[in-house]
């Protein structure tokens, strides 16, 4: 008995199965006949992987478009961006099909199956997309994991366990709807009305769980606006009141009161004397740039954006992608497959990458002079009234003065000073320590220069907000720690830090006693460094925060979070904080009605985006680097 013949649509769909009549993409995803089991799972493996992987890239741009908007002001960067990103994704998506088609061929060989294309192309697109969502809430988990205070073995347990779950769910849903993809645009063999019907299910559920996956990474919310918001109209209330703020790096609490027992701080000790004092709460900061970027705008680090002293910048762009840790997997390419693969490099973080503006830009922005000098993250420095001289100012002066005889030529301003001829006056003021110099002569040259800075400027300009940033005592102790141990050594650097500790105390004395009249805030952040090779790291036990001056009503107030200067320092100076401030302005700190504190405003709104790329750049990254900070 024979069998019935087979109908014509029986007949096409076995042929569009083999390959030979599908479509372009059927064509290119089935390929051309092979001889082998092998040589067929490699081919249709790379095909499906690069067709994947280019559209992961292309996800991925989509993505970095909206953790930083400010690309689509910058058509060149993003399409450099996307020129990076397609070749990368093609060639990992196509290593990752090879890798699985030679698996799978193993895997068929001993079931003694040899599936046709168009079941392969399907199956590994399953495999690929499961396996890559299941690898990602892994990441997404490691992410989370760090935050938490104590996760545990069942807590891992369960998120491997939902990772692998999510994988397996995803995979069921993508092999219908490759299916049906193929059939819609490859002219693969006809689908029945049941097939058809799971390969739309499983389209949507893809479309969804890849939608769920890109909010994760994206951190919904998490992206950057494109053109900066006004400033809100609001009234400043006169009041007679100056704001000095000494922000200091490095700095032990229990060393510092330890020496002022022991009479070798005297300065220090009469300001602690007369000071409302707090202990501040760093815990949650172990980068000095992100503690005063956090001082300054009276917010927390997910709100400024700044979460290191350095981003990644792709080559040839010139601007700069800030993208935050917490975008999973973009901030993975960024900062780890591009510096890998020499596609990036470190970019100093700079006042232009700010997700909001500082106190100095808010307190200039409404008339009120300031006076900046050294302050992380105040570079480009504003064109305000006042002066200003950013954390790149004095590195930038030194490298012109040696600039001759290392045979090359001074830079020019790029936004280290306001106005930009008072960096010609600090370039002659300031101290630069000779060749060879130890690590505690380049620490005082940098402190002595900004005081120099300071003193010199501040009668000047009579800035109604000062800050100036001292760094000596961290860079002394991240070359202390860095230095090889050897006999003595323990001993040198603590006769170094107890001199460095003295020469703060004159310094702090002189500024006070240049500057009568304003309210001191003498804010003391710990640090944090570790010594090369070794796992013992250094971690200062608290910051303080120190105020005396007119009003003030001396004495222990407590504890005190570092969000809380912002909105003192405003409600000092007579304008209000804003509603996205978390702080508290510390009223206990001073007699009644010494503190304006007026309802506050929605928000600050968000500082215009600076310059990019600057010839410094380079020069700042090794100045940083071989400062400890990076």
Not at 446 to 467: G, I, N, Q, W
Not at 542 to 556: C, N, T
Request: hydrophobic letters at 50%.
């Amino acid at each position: 008995m024979t069998a019935p013949p087979l109908s014509p649509e029986e007949i096409r769909g076995q042929l569009r199965g083999l390959g030979y009549l599908g479509g372009p993409l059927g064509r290119f995803v089935a390929g051309a006949g092979s001889r082998s089991l092998l040589a067929t799972c490699l081919g249709v493996g790379a095909r499906v992987g690069a067709l994947l992987g280019g559209l992961l890239a292309f996800l991925l741009f989509l993505g970095y478009l909206m953790l930083d908007r400010f690309l689509l002001l910058a058509p060149a960067d993003a399409t450099l961006l996307l020129l990076y990103l397609l070749p990368l994704g093609l060639l990992a998506g196509a290593a990752a099909g090879l890798l699985l088609g030679a698996l799978a061929s193993g895997l068929f060989a001993l079931l003694r199956r040899t599936p046709t294309r168009i079941d392969l192309a399907a199956t590994k697109a399953a495999a690929l997309g499961g396996i890559g969502l299941a690898l990602y809430l892994a990441l997404a988990w490691s992410r989370l994991r760090s935050r938490l205070p104590e996760p545990g073995l069942l807590a891992d347990l369960l998120a491997g366990f939902a990772s692998v779950v999510a994988g397996v769910l995803a995979a069921a849903a993508l092999r219908p709807a490759t299916l049906l993809v193929l059939a819609l645009v490859g002219r693969a063999p006809p689908l029945t009305r049941s097939e058809r019907a799971r390969g739309r299910f499983g389209l949507a559920a893809a479309l969804l769980a890849g939608s769920l996956a890109i909010s994760l990474g994206l951190r919904i919310g998490g992206g950057r606006t494109p053109a900066s918001a006004d400033l809100p109209d609001f009234a400043v209330r006169e009041t007679k009141a100056s704001a000095l703020l000494l922000a200091v790096d490095g700095l032990d609490a229990s060393l510092l009161e330890r020496l002022a027992s022991e009479g070798v701080l005297p300065r220090l000790a009469s300001l602690r004397d007369r000071s409302a004092r707090f202990d501040l709460d760093a815990s949650a900061y172990r980068v000095p740039a992100v503690f005063w970027t956090t001082v300054a705008t009276g917010l927390p680090v997910e709100a400024h954006g700044v979460a290191s002293t350095a981003t990644f910048r792709p080559r040839g762009f010139a601007g700069t992608l800030l993208v935050d840790r917490a975008a999973v997997g973009f901030h993975e390419v960024l900062n780890v497959v591009f510096p890998t693969l020499r596609l990036a490099r470190e970019a100093p973080i700079t006042a232009s990458l700010l997700r909001s503006r500082s106190l100095f830009d808010v307190v200039s922005a409404k008339g009120l002079p300031i006076g900046l000098v050294n302050y992380w993250l105040s570079h480009p420095v504003l064109d305000r009234p006042g002066f200003a001289l950013s954390e790149r100012a004095y590195w930038k002066a030194r490298f012109n003065a040696s600039a001759a005889g290392r045979g090359r030529r001074p830079l020019a301003v790029e936004g280290e000073a306001h106005p930009p001829e008072v960096f010609a006056e600090f370039s002659t003021l300031a101290e630069f320590p000779p060749a060879g110099a130890d690590p505690a002569q380049r620490a005082e040259s940098l402190d002595a220069s900004v005081e120099r800075a300071l003193l010199a400027f501040a009668p000047r300009f009579s800035p109604r907000l000062a800050a100036a940033g001292l760094w000596g005592l961290d860079t002394l102790l991240h070359a202390a720690l860095a230095a090889q141990p050897g006999p003595g050594a323990d001993l040198d650097t603590a006769r170094r830090l107890t001199a460095a500790y003295a020469a703060l105390d004159s310094r702090i004395g002189r500024i006070l006693d240049a500057l009568p009249s304003a309210t001191a805030f003498f804010v003391a952040f710990p640090g944090s460094a570790a010594r090369p090779g070794s796992e013992a790291r250094y971690n200062g036990d608290r910051a303080l925060l120190w105020v005396s001056g007119p009003g003030v009503l001396s004495g222990s107030k407590g504890q005190a979070n570092p969000l809380d200067l912002a909105p003192t320092l405003l409600g000092l100076l007579g304008l209000p904080a804003s509603a996205e401030m978390p702080g508290r302005p510390l009223a206990e700190a001073f007699e009644p009605g010494t503190l304006v504190d007026p309802p506050r405003v929605p928000t600050f709104g968000r500082p215009p985006r600076g310059a990019g790329r600057e010839a410094f750049d380079d020069e700042m990254v090794s100045i940083l680097r071989a400062l400890g900070y990076l």
